[in-house]
C-alpha cells in the first residue's frame, strides 16, 4: 500500500511535491492520521449534526468520507491520565470505522499508553488480505 507522505508541523502538516509528482510512502500513515487528526479540533465527533465539524464534511454524502476526528477532540478535552486511554483506544477505533465499513480492512486495533507526562503512544495495527499495517504515533495530550 502506498500513500501521500505527510510530515506533522506545528500548523498542521506538509506534503512534497517533486519532479511532478506527490512524494509517497509505504503503508497507511496518512490515512490513519487523518481519520485521528483531520477534522476540525473542536468537533467531538459524536453527534451527527455538530456543528463543529470540519466544513470540508458539508458537502460530503458519504460518512466513510467525513472528517469528525473524535480522538483529536478527546486529546484536547480530557484529561492526560491513565484512566482516559480506553476512551483514547475507543475513539480511535471510532475514527478508523470507515476502514472496516468499507472493507478495506478485516480488523484494526489500538492500544494507548501514556510514556511520558502529558503525553500518549497509540500503538495502532490494521489487517488488510492477512498482512498487518503497524502504525504509531507518539502525540501530546494536553486540555486547551
Do not use: C, H
Given at each position: 500500500m ?7 508541523t ?29 477534522g476540525?479540533?473542536?468537533d ?14 458539508l ?18 478535552s ?7 486511554l ?44 492477512g ?6 504515533f ?7
Amino acid at each position: 500500500m502506498t500513500d501521500v507522505a505527510l510530515r506533522q508541523t506545528d500548523d498542521g502538516g506538509e506534503i512534497e511535491f517533486v519532479n511532478g509528482a506527490f512524494v509517497m510512502s509505504d503503508g497507511l500513515k496518512t490515512a490513519v492520521y487523518l481519520s485521528l487528526f483531520g477534522g476540525n479540533e473542536s468537533d467531538s465527533g459524536l453527534r451527527v449534526d455538530d456543528s463543529a465539524q470540519w466544513w470540508g464534511n458539508l458537502g460530503e454524502t458519504l460518512a466513510e468520507r467525513r472528517y469528525r476526528s473524535e480522538t483529536q477532540f478527546l486529546l484536547r478535552s480530557i484529561p492526560p491520565i491513565p484512566a482516559n486511554l480506553r476512551r483514547i483506544e475507543n475513539a480511535i477505533a471510532a475514527d478508523l470505522a470507515w476502514m472496516l465499513d468499507t472493507k478495506l480492512a478485516t480488523f484494526v486495533g489500538a492500544i494507548a499508553t501514556m510514556p511520558a507526562k502529558d503525553t500518549v503512544k497509540m500503538a495502532i495495527r490494521i489487517e488488510i488480505d492477512g498482512r498487518v499495517f503497524p502504525v504509531d504515533f507518539t502525540e501530546s495530550w494536553s486540555i486547551q
